[in-house]
């Protein structure tokens, strides 16, 4: 056990930083294996604030977040752990049964 009652002024402030540094350092981790839960190509849904559920697809890892592409091809940068797995939407799905994803054309319409 660290006494901080003895410690210096610069002395706290070091340990200050290295507290800082380690829970930083934890949260990142935690980030991270949560991210690894979801697959690139994966469909998954989250809750912004004041707004309905959105859904869409998992496109990339980004260093704190993952990138989603709403079925209305919105992109949101999501923090893993806001999101949770997304049943599969039979519109989304092509009629070969495949993991091909059916995204809308810029006027709305799907292929």
Known sequence: MIDIDKLTE???I???HRIVARLRFLRQLETHITMLE???G???RFRPEG???VTGMVTRYNKKTVTIVTDDGQRW??????????????HAV?????NVIALPLP????R
């Open 10 to 12: 610069a002395e706290l």
């Open 14 to 16: 070091d340990l200050n």
């Open 38 to 40: 979801f697959r690139i």
């Open 42 to 44: 994966e469909r998954v």
């Open 51 to 53: 707004r309905p559920a």
């Open 77 to 90: 940068n999501v923090s893993p752990q806001l999101l949770e797995r997304a049943d599969l939407d039979s």
């Open 94 to 98: 092509s009629p070969e049964g495949g």
């Open 107 to 110: 006027d709305g319409r799907r």
